[in-house]
């Protein structure tokens, strides 16, 4: 039988490179999105595509129960990816804003994450993958919202990894620095309904923001495809001793070596 796999947020970017990679490499790929629509066209594609939103509990428990149906109860593996940013100084950000991109970028992981951890305990092995970011090892101006959730998303996988070893379940880090995605895009609806920037006590500084979000003129330097990010989930899923964690991009090397070796203030001037 082909190995298995579910990954969520596979309508663009990481996701849909991933799942695209992966069934050409054998597996059978789950690649879940959060519209109906986007759904219909990866199943176009020949892929199963349960409906899950990271936001409505009701889709990750029916979309989970959709994959082990068709699974006979089994899953080799899950592929936490879907997330989004709110731009923004942390004085500017509303509270509110910060339970909502956690609701999306973090509670929804865990929640899916636990409800795999009987399936693959059962079967006696099965890996998490986690994608999470340069960010969440070290922190950048205007992405308080972004950068918090990822934080979060480091500490409990961590921990997580600990508490699995001996069950046969591997929890596994990959952490992106610039990769091709439409995170900018998608970042704008957040940013126009969350901060009220004009009123802000930085106001005149938002113009660096304003321009880098609405007016990118292409790559960031050191920007790699999400197929590289592809290449080294391979490794986390195929490999029989993965590593804990995967840096993918010349930023996220750079940025893990300077946490460790550097003066946290030396580092904020640096990375300001």
Known sequence: MARTILITGCSSGIGLDAARGLKARGWRVFASC????????????????????????????SGLAEVLKETGGTL????????????????????DALRAIFETNFFGWHDLSRRVVPVMRKQ??????????????????????YVSTKYALEGLSDVFRMEMRGTGVDVILIEPG?????IRQNAIPHFERWIDWKSSARS????????????SKGPDKFELPASAVT???????ESPRPKARYYVTVPTYIAGVARRLLPTRLLDRVLS
Do not use: M
Not at 124 to 145: F, T
Not at 178 to 182: E, I, K
Not at 204 to 215: D, F, T
């Open 34 to 61: 959060r519209k109906p629509e986007d759904c219909v066209r990866l199943k176009s594609e020949g892929f199963d595509s349960p409906l899950i939103d990271y936001t409505d509990p009701a889709t990750i428990e």
């Open 76 to 95: 080799d593996a899950l592929f936490n990816n879907g997330a989004y940013a709110i731009p923004g100084a942390v004085e500017d950000l509303p509270t």
């Open 204 to 215: 005149e500084r938002y113009s660096g923001l304003l321009h880098r979000l609405y007016e």
């Open 124 to 145: 006696g092995h099965g890996r998490i993958v986690q994608c999470s970011s340069v960010l969440g090892l070290v922190g950048a101006q205007w992405r308080g919202a």
């Open 178 to 182: 610039p990769v091709t995605s439409l």
């Open 231 to 237: 290449a080294k989930l391979v490794h986390a899923l």
